[in-house]
Each structure stands twice: as C-alpha cells, then as structure tokens.
C-alpha cells in the first residue's frame, strides 16, 4: 500500500514539473520574442537619434543663422560708431 501511493505521489510530482517545465519554456519564448522587439525598436530609435544630431548640427550653424538674422529679424552688424564699451 505505501508504494503504491509513494508511486503515485512521485508520478504527480513529475507531472507537476513537466507542466513547470512547458511553462517556463513558453514564457522564456515571449520573453526572447519581447526582447528582440524591444532590439529593433532600440535600433530605430537610434537611427531617428543619429538624423536628430545630423539636422540640429545644419540647423545651427553660424552662417544659417546670421542669414536669418539678417533676413527675418532686419539685423546688421553695427559700425564702430555704433559700438559702446562698458567697463564692469
């Protein structure tokens, strides 16, 4: 009688382990599908980040931006009768 239940207590116990093992297998997949979308993702937004950098360094430029100071905001560069020096 006890090895009857001692053998029935262990095909339980490896049951119970046989379905932790599919479990855990399963969310390890999910896991590895999460984290190589999460790759790509990083990937994008490094290159959308790399194009970023790229259009602020054109943006602001010295000569762009004298041009539009020039051209959007009416200014000049004073003539040295204009310039006043400040003593701090």
Same mark, same amino acid.
Not at 12 to 18: D, G, R
Not at 20 to 26: A, H, K, N, P, V
Not at 46 to 66: A, F, K, N, P, V
């Given at each position: 009688?006890? @090895?009857?239940?001692?053998?029935? $207590?262990?095909?339980?116990?490896?049951?119970? &382990?046989?379905?932790?093992?599919? @479990? =855990?297998?399963?969310? @390890?997949?999910?896991?590895?599908?999460?984290?190589?979308?999460?790759?790509?993702?990083?990937?994008?937004?490094?290159?959308?980040? $790399?194009?970023?950098?790229?259009?602020? $360094? @054109?943006?602001? =430029?010295? &000569?762009?931006?004298?041009?539009?100071?020039?051209?959007?905001?009416?200014?000049?560069?004073?003539?040295?009768?204009?310039?006043?020096?400040?003593?701090?």
């Amino acid at each position: 009688m006890k @090895t009857v239940v001692l053998v029935c $207590g262990l095909a339980v116990l490896v049951m119970m &382990s046989a379905f932790q093992l599919l @479990t =855990t297998r399963y969310e @390890t997949r999910l896991l590895v599908i999460r984290l190589q979308e999460l790759q790509v993702q990083r990937d994008e937004l490094e290159r959308d980040w $790399g194009q970023l950098l790229l259009e602020q $360094g @054109t943006w602001s =430029t010295h &000569s762009r931006i004298e041009d539009l100071a020039r051209s959007k905001l009416n200014m000049t560069i004073p003539n040295v009768k204009q310039l006043r020096r400040i003593r701090s």
